[in-house]
């Protein structure tokens, strides 16, 4: 293996400085699984990954949400969305649950249970961190002020802090009632497909295919969608003198940033401790991204037919 204390290199010479520090340092080390090969190998899936996966249209274009910033949306057209996406927040929850039994490592177990029970209420806390300062305030939780760091492990339960209640305020201020949101009823077939794939794909038994689909999603979360959602109510606010609380897309937005930087480490990370099946993770990505490309084109379609 060529290497020197800085720089590794490939079979053919080609430089690896692209991979991760962590993954370089392996590699000097000669850790199990990690090689110049692996990491030449690594370099080359990635290159598939940006041009056959992440170049996916639910990622580069998609058309309803860069409508949605425009904030040029009627009444009907906004509460529509919120539904649709309160009957995909709660079927995620199912996801997630099943994503967490599937997991096939302690920590992978961790790592999903985790999520599942921040969106049901608990709160993250940075170690160290008081209770009083994990987003809750005297009289109200407040989503705004909500942790992004840290872990649930020692984080408090809040029932205001489940995502499906923060999206249950927006409603409210919209004038939808409770049994207006969150149930399969009320989701479009384009939705409940989003949300069956997200079920059978993200939260299925194959880890392969799971890690696959978690991949997809985290990149498409990643992709600045979050950001049109929140200029839009800023911009429906304005329009309409409403003062609808964003928290729950606020919240997501800023979640998000952080979870980019990992995503890429955890691929990297995964691809030299398995014999991950490149043609496989790039088919089931895309299956994945189909089923969220069918989420807003759903949603495309219902605000067309509701303008
Ligand atoms: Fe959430």
């Not at 010479?13 to 080390?29: F, M, P, S």
């Not at 919209?174 to 384009?190: K, M, W, Y």
């Not at 691929?267 to 299956?287: C, K, P, S, V």
Request: aromatic residues 12%.
């Amino acid at each position: 293996m060529a290497s020197t204390a800085q720089n590794i290199f490939g079979p053919h010479g080609q430089a690896l400085g692209a991979l991760t520090e962590a993954t370089r340092e392996a590699i000097r080390r000669g850790q199990p699984g990690y090689t110049a090969q692996r990491g030449a190998a690594f370099l080359s899936f990635q290159a598939r990954i940006a041009s056959e996966l992440l170049n996916h249209s639910v990622i580069t274009a998609n058309r309803y949400t860069a409508w949605f910033a425009q904030g040029k949306q009627n009444e009907a057209q906004i509460k529509a969305f919120v539904v649709q996406f309160s009957v995909f927040s709660n079927q995620f929850l199912i996801a997630q649950l099943n994503k967490t039994i599937n997991a096939d490592t302690l920590e992978g177990m961790r790592a999903s249970k985790q999520i599942l029970a921040n969106e049901l209420g608990v709160t993250f806390r940075k170690p160290g961190e008081s209770r009083s300062t994990t987003g809750v305030r005297p009289t109200r939780f407040d989503p705004d002020h909500a942790g992004i760091e840290g872990s649930v492990q020692g984080g408090v339960f809040h029932f205001e802090a489940g995502h499906f209640e923060w999206l249950w305020t927006i409603a409210a201020h919209l004038g939808l009632g409770f049994g207006d949101i969150g149930h399969r009823r009320h989701g479009t077939p384009s939705t409940l497909y989003f949300c069956d794939e997200l079920i059978r794909l993200y939260g299925g038994e194959n880890y392969e295919i799971s890690q696959a689909a978690s991949y997809a999603v985290e990149n498409w979360a990643a992709a600045g969608f979050w950001k049109q959602l929140i200029e839009g109510f800023k911009r429906y606010n304005g329009h309409h003198g409403t003062r609808i609380p964003a928290g729950f897309f606020v919240w997501h937005d800023r979640v998000e940033a952080q979870h980019a930087r990992h995503t890429q480490e955890e691929l990297e990370e995964y691809y030299f401790q398995t014999a991950l099946n490149e043609d496989d993770f790039i088919r089931f990505g895309n299956e994945m991204l189909d089923a969220v490309g069918a989420f807003w084109a759903g949603l495309d379609a219902q605000r067309a037919a509701l303008s």
